[in-house]
């Protein structure tokens, strides 16, 4: 009984110690490439969305708005106030 059976049960806890760090390294890897996709996916989001800026600024020079227009919605998105 000694011979078989204390080796089994003298690998055991190593062994589930190996597979226990083999876990948290595979989550952690797993993480890692969840958060680069989502880091990828957000940049192209950001570069195909317009702001509202982008699109003032586009109407504006389509004429579809008037220069007063343009400038009071510009400084209310900037924070700006306009001069009095």
């Given amino acids: 009984m000694s011979g078989a059976g204390s080796w089994m049960g003298g690998?055991?806890?190593?062994?589930?110690?190996?597979?226990?760090?083999?876990?948290?390294w595979l989550a952690l890897l797993l993480?890692?490439?969840?958060?680069i996709g989502w880091l990828i996916v957000r940049g192209r989001a950001r570069q195909t969305d317009p702001n509202a800026r982008q699109v003032l600024d586009v109407r504006y020079a389509r004429g579809e708005l008037?220069?007063?227009?343009y400038?009071?919605?510009?400084?209310?998105?900037?924070?700006?106030?306009?001069?009095h």
């Fill in 11 to 24: 690998m055991m806890p190593m062994g589930g110690g190996m597979m226990l760090i083999s876990l948290v």
């Fill in 31 to 35: 993480s890692a490439g969840a958060a």
């Fill in 66 to 69: 008037d220069r007063e227009t």
């Fill in 71 to 83: 400038l009071r919605t510009r400084d209310d998105l900037t924070g700006h106030a306009p001069p």
